[in-house]
């Protein structure tokens, strides 16, 4: 089992930063993919930014120069600073992780608790 632990967001003026954080922990032979995912009320759930070992990080349209994701493998934590935000990017943000955990050929894909980001006009 792998468990997730966000920490960060907050409420924020438009214009301004926060920065959140993901730590991964459990029994898994390896993670292959970090990342982050938001949900506005409504609306359904999308990917902000993710990191994929060997591979690079992917981000939305929406959040591309203003977001940047960071992934410490060897503490098996991740990172989104999120910069210039706006209040489109109000939203719980979900922390995601594909983790090989019965075998390291089989991925399994696991979800943080989610963490509140609002942005006030």
């Known amino acids: 089992q792998v468990h997730l632990v966000e920490s960060g967001g907050g409420l924020v003026q438009a214009g301004g930063s926060l920065r959140l954080s993901c730590a991964a922990s459990g029994s898994f032979f390896s993670i292959n993919t970090m990342g982050w995912y938001r949900q506005a009320p409504g609306k359904q759930r999308e990917l902000v930014a993710s990191?994929?070992?060997?591979?690079?990080?992917n981000y939305a349209d929406s959040v591309k120069g203003r977001f940047t994701i960071s992934r410490d493998m060897g503490k098996n934590t991740v990172s989104l600073q999120m910069n210039r935000l706006t209040p489109e990017d109000t939203a719980v943000y979900y922390c995601n992780a594909v983790c090989s955990v019965v075998a390291p050929h089989l991925r399994s894909q696991y979800w943080g608790q989610g963490a509140q980001v609002t942005v006030s006009s």
């Open positions: 990191v994929t070992s060997g591979v690079g990080t």
